[in-house]
């Protein structure tokens, strides 16, 4: 059974990394949502995919600059404000599982600081989350911290050992691009206990080509479409 990820929600119909998105994509039946974060120059983990402001919102500068009280001034489309990550763990509400894929830099042990509250005080479960990056560094540094949750590594291209880099970080699971997945990096992975996410899948025959992989789970920003 393929796991279904709502890749920033579900950014094919709503704007990406917004409640409105995380929304969508609960509505239409995800076991997960993926969301990316920053860290703000004030402390606080936001949901943002890019580095910088412009693409995204009608704001522009590097996220790690602006304090919260910026960021949050910000429309990141139809009105949306850009949410904390706990703004998004209570919109979830364990109704899906959440993949946190961190971006920026020292976000690492404040993630892990959130995910233990929500754990402890909310009721979710360690397993309900999944950690990723492609900044295995940071995964490093999360896993010291916490353990318990599971850590995704992110990758582009093929790297030399398919996913033997992954072990480095005791990941659950490898994150391959659609662009560059194959056989070989699936069944290497495999071969080493390790599930494979493929990013991002949204046209109906890469759907079917990397199902055909034996591929673990899908980001879609279109997740009905899985």
């Known amino acids: 059974m393929i796991i279904k990820i709502g890749h920033r929600g579900a950014r094919g119909y709503e704007p990406e990394n917004t409640i409105l998105s995380f929304e969508k994509a609960l509505e239409l039946g995800v076991d997960w949502v993926e969301l990316d974060v920053y860290r703000c120059k004030t402390g606080e983990i936001v949901a943002v995919h890019d580095r910088k402001l412009d693409r995204s919102t009608n704001g522009s500068g590097v996220v790690a600059d602006k304090s919260f009280a910026e960021v949050r001034a910000l429309d990141a489309g139809k009105g949306q404000h850009i949410p904390t990550l706990e703004e998004v763990l209570v919109c979830v509400d364990k109704r899906a599982k959440v993949n946190i894929e961190i971006k920026g830099e020292d976000a690492a042990k404040p993630v892990a600081e959130i995910i233990e509250r929500y754990v402890q005080e909310n ?23 916490c353990p318990q949750v599971k850590v995704g590594a992110v990758i582009a291209g093929i790297p030399i050992g ?17 662009e560059f997945i194959n056989q070989a990096l699936v069944d290497d992975a495999h071969n080493r206990d390790m599930k494979v996410f493929v990013y991002t899948v949204n046209d ?21 479409r899985l």
């Open 123 to 145: 009721g979710w479960q360690h397993e309900d989350f999944l950690v990723s990056s492609f900044n295995h560094y940071e995964l490093l540094a999360f896993s010291r911290i």
């Open 162 to 178: 398919y996913a033997e880099g992954a072990t480095k970080v005791n990941a659950y699971s490898v994150h391959p691009s659609k």
């Open 204 to 224: 109906p025959d890469d759907i079917e080509r990397v199902k055909a992989l034996g591929v673990d789970g899908i980001f879609s920003d279109f997740p009905d």
